[in-house]
């Protein structure tokens, strides 16, 4: 069992930073696929990022390709989400999630065992 908590949203200009993390609890948080998705408002929750359980191997959807860069650190189970140069089209609610599947590229929600409750990030013009 993972329990993930995500912080660090917020409101930011255009053109801004913002860092993401989500900890998670459970000894096993070391094993797993780690992976951050988001939902606009009425639209789809779409991969955003993910990262394997070594912390190598990132993969990043176009949108956010060269802006956004996924880490994390087992020794504090801990995963983040650097997002630079931000547009108002990154205006969502962000969530992480975790996988057991390993050494797989799991871009599907329905992937993912564990879910966040999301933190909202909001980017204005």
């Known amino acids: 069992q993972v329990q993930l908590v995500e912080s660090g949203g917020g409101l930011v200009q255009a053109g801004g930073s913002l860092r993401l993390s989500c900890a998670g609890s459970g000894r096993t948080f070391s094993t797993y696929t780690m992976a951050w998705f988001r939902q606009a408002p009425g639209k789809e929750r779409e991969f955003v990022a993910i990262?394997?359980?070594?912390?190598?191997?990132?993969y990043y959807a176009d949108s956010v390709k060269g802006r956004f860069t996924i880490s994390r650190d087992n020794a504090k189970n801990t995963v983040y989400l650097q997002m630079n140069s931000l547009k108002p089209e990154d205006t969502a609610v962000y969530y992480c999630a975790a996988g057991a599947k390993r050494n797989h590229l799991l871009i599907y929600e329905y992937e993912y065992d564990y879910w966040g409750q999301g933190t909202q990030v909001t980017v204005s013009s």
């Open positions: 990262i394997d359980w070594t912390g190598g191997s990132p």
